[in-house]
């Protein structure tokens, strides 16, 4: 059965510690020139409203509550999506005294996007390999 | 009897057909809105693919009461939009229309979020900004055809447009506040998702954000059918005009939408109660001298 979750994808937008070099990536996707409406995404904002979650930058010992309380807050199926070195394995950062290194150090991360910054091209690749997980996640749930 | 078909008939014809259209005119206003921001925007069929696929996700709620008050919300606008079209009474269809806000807004008080509560005296300062005007509408229809029955007034002798200019022009402008079209949409925008102007919705998530994009269309589809109602008479030609007419302003209403900037809400209220005391008191006044 197909999934309309693959359809609609709604994402939520964090910045752990980046340099924002990723952050301006990622809205540039929502821009005329790449325009990810086109496949139904939505940058809500709102972890209730969300389906895939994009993490840029490493993450450091003050956030690391709150990516836990935005993951625990999206409803199932949900997704992670991990932009750019940093948020793939710490980066250059890694060796900060601060910083706990990729975000998978605190939740599950489905997709990794690396890229100093990664480009929008890359960002949206990720975001469609993160609908096939997706559509897998959703297809456990009818099971269950 | 013949009159018991035709009330029938249109109040399925409206549970069917309002969504299926609601949804479609959702996603042709989606494209149109990209395509006046310079983007290619998303499938027609979009608003469909976002219903069915919050239907599939997890149900998260914060307390045991607010998918009951959602599912009034949604019945209640059902109901509005049944007793609009099998030409019920004007009165009883804006006190329904009513009290499914009041639901919406009871929702959203429920939970303990800031932003869900700011955005529901948001949404209930909406509600004072265009419940005068409203009123002055069903008043005005009156003042026409001596009744407040809709299905009277269909069959009236010429189109309500004729006598009731002002109040068309007062009720178009609040309508910017019900469709939820900037510069009036401060409790739950179509735009600026991460923003406080989608509040309202803050707490609601899965089945029960569908539950309320469901509403939504019934409602711009009961809406459309009031801007239909100043266009609509006896002529056999004349409803082709009136849902013309609707879909005329419904570009309007998108067009302002994409090039106006969002006003604070003091704006909101008294520029709508400015339009309802002159354009929609106007109207009455020189209605009076022409029927007494």
Not at chain 1, 79 to 87: K, M, R, Y
Not at chain 2, 260 to 274: C, D, G, H, Y
């Amino acid at each position: 059965m197909m999934s309309y979750v693959t359809k609609s994808p709604w994402i939520i937008h964090y910045d752990g510690s980046s340099c924002n070099g990723c952050d301006i990536e990622v809205l540039a996707c929502l821009t005329p020139m790449y325009d990810v409406e086109r496949f139904g995404i939505i940058n809500t904002g709102n972890p209730k409203h969300a389906d895939i979650f994009l993490l840029t930058g490493s993450v450091n010992e003050q956030n690391i509550p709150v990516i836990k309380q935005i993951y625990e807050q999206m409803p199932e199926p949900k997704v992670v999506v991990a932009i750019g070195i940093c948020a793939t394995s710490g980066g250059i950062f890694a060796e900060c005294y601060n910083v706990q290194g990729g975000s998978d150090k605190v939740v599950p991360v489905d997709v990794y996007v690396p890229g100093c910054a990664a480009r929008p091209e890359a960002i949206i690749d990720g975001v469609v390999k993160g609908l096939g997980v997706l559509a897998e996640k959703r297809a456990a749930m009818v099971k269950k | 009897m013949d009159r018991l078909t035709y009330i029938i008939v249109a109040v399925a014809a409206y549970l069917i057909l309002a969504p299926l259209a609601g949804g479609l005119l959702a996603g042709v206003d989606r494209r149109i809105t990209a395509r006046m921001q310079g983007r290619v925007g998303p499938p027609i069929l979009q608003p469909f693919y976002d219903v069915f696929k919050l239907f599939e996700k997890e149900g998260i709620t914060v307390n045991k009461v607010q998918d009951f008050y959602i599912q009034c919300f949604l019945i209640f606008i059902v109901i509005t939009g049944c007793f609009f079209f099998a030409g019920g009474d004007l009165l009883l269809i804006i006190f329904t229309l009513t009290l499914a806000s009041i639901f919406l807004i009871v929702a959203a008080f429920s939970s303990n979020s800031p932003y869900a509560q700011i955005g529901a005296e948001r949404e209930l300062l909406q509600m004072m900004a265009y419940e005068p005007m409203v009123l002055i509408t069903a008043i005005g229809f009156y003042l026409v055809y001596g009744t407040f029955n809709i299905s009277d007034v269909v069959a009236g002798g010429g189109p309500a447009i004729v006598y009731l200019p002002g109040i068309f022009i007062g009720f178009v402008y609040i309508l910017t506040i019900k469709l939820r079209k900037s510069p009036f949409d401060l409790s739950m925008s179509h735009h600026g998702h991460q923003e406080l102007v989608k509040g309202l919705t803050t707490e609601f998530s899965g089945k029960t954000l569908a539950l309320i994009e469901i509403a939504h269309w019934y409602e711009n589809i009961f809406l459309m059918g009031f801007v239909y109602l100043f266009f609509a008479w006896s002529a056999p030609w004349s409803p082709i005009l009136a849902v013309l007419i609707c879909c005329i302003i419904y570009f309007l209403e998108i067009f302002i939408d994409n090039n106006e900037a969002r006003v604070k809400w003091q704006l909101a209220i008294n520029t709508s109660w400015i339009a309802a005391a002159t354009l929609g008191f106007v109207n009455m006044l020189v209605l009076y001298f022409i029927v007494f």
